[in-house]
């Protein structure tokens, strides 16, 4: 099992910044690709985010392209989520997940582990 540990989240204005981290407890094949889930209430879990431990590339959601940033730091075994020009609609739980697909598609049920989530507040 793969353990998911989010921090980093909080209350900000529109316009400002966060940046959210995932701790790893490890990195196996049912890990391959780590991505960043968002739910607001009332809404489905939208995806976020994507990147994978060994490169490859990294994917965004249409809704957070050019703010948002993914960047892996495999050292820490940690995913790191820069999120800028924050909105208010960005409002929601953050969560962070991992799929054991190279290339999952952008949907939550082809991720298999998942953290705790972290709230995200952007007041206007």
């Known amino acids: 099992q793969v353990q998911l540990v989010e921090s980093g989240g909080g209350l900000v204005q529109a316009g400002g910044s966060l940046r959210l981290s995932c701790a790893a407890s490890?990195?196996?094949?049912?890990?391959?690709?780590m991505g960043w889930f968002r739910q607001a209430p009332g809404k489905e879990r939208e995806f976020v985010a994507s990147?994978?431990?060994?490169?490859?590339?990294?994917d965004y959601g249409d809704s957070v392209k050019g703010r948002f940033t993914i960047s892996i730091d495999m050292a820490k075994n940690t995913v790191l989520l820069q999120m800028n020009s924050l909105k208010p609609e960005d409002t929601a739980v953050y969560y962070c997940?991992?799929?054991?697909?190279?290339?999952?598609?952008?949907?939550?049920?082809?991720?298999?582990?998942w953290g705790q989530g972290t709230q995200v507040t952007v007041s206007s």
């Open positions: 997940a991992s799929s054991p697909l190279r290339y999952p598609p952008a949907r939550a049920d082809t991720y298999h582990y």
């Open positions: 490890k990195r196996t094949l049912s890990s391959f690709t």
């Open positions: 990147g994978r431990w060994s490169g490859g590339g990294t």
